[in-house]
Nanobody, 124 residues
């Protein structure tokens, strides 16, 4: 069973950038998908970006498209989330998760392995 660990969360000003990392404890095969989710206090968790490990196909929520970029380095067992032009509404706890590449990449259903989360705070 793969274990995931997020890092890179920080406090930044609006318009700034952050890069989050999701390190896997073991190999993730081409049949897997890794997604990034975020949850603000009192709000539902939402999918923001995902990547198919095998093909590197990517998926983005409309709210982050053009600002966030998800990528992976297979040799490092790490998936990254590059976040640019950050807005206060991006403030949330960010989680990475893994599942087999079936179903919607941006919905929680099917994701069985989750990291502990890393906090991103964007000030106005």
């Amino acid at each position: 069973q793969v274990q995931l660990l997020e890092s890179g969360g920080d406090s930044v000003e609006a318009g700034g950038s952050l890069t989050l990392s999701c390190a896997a404890s073991g190999y993730i095969g081409p049949n897997n998908c890794v997604g990034w989710f975020r949850q603000a206090p009192g709000k539902e968790r939402e999918g923001v970006a995902a990547i198919y490990i095998g093909s590197s196909s990517t998926f983005y929520a409309d709210s982050v498209k053009g600002r966030f970029t998800v990528s992976r380095d297979i040799t490092k067992h790490t998936v990254y989330l590059q976040m640019d032009s950050l807005k206060p509404e991006d403030t949330a706890m960010y989680y990475c998760a893994a599942k087999r590449v079936f179903g919607s990449a941006l919905r929680e259903e099917g994701y069985s392995t989750w990291g502990q989360g890393t906090q991103v705070t964007v000030s106005s």
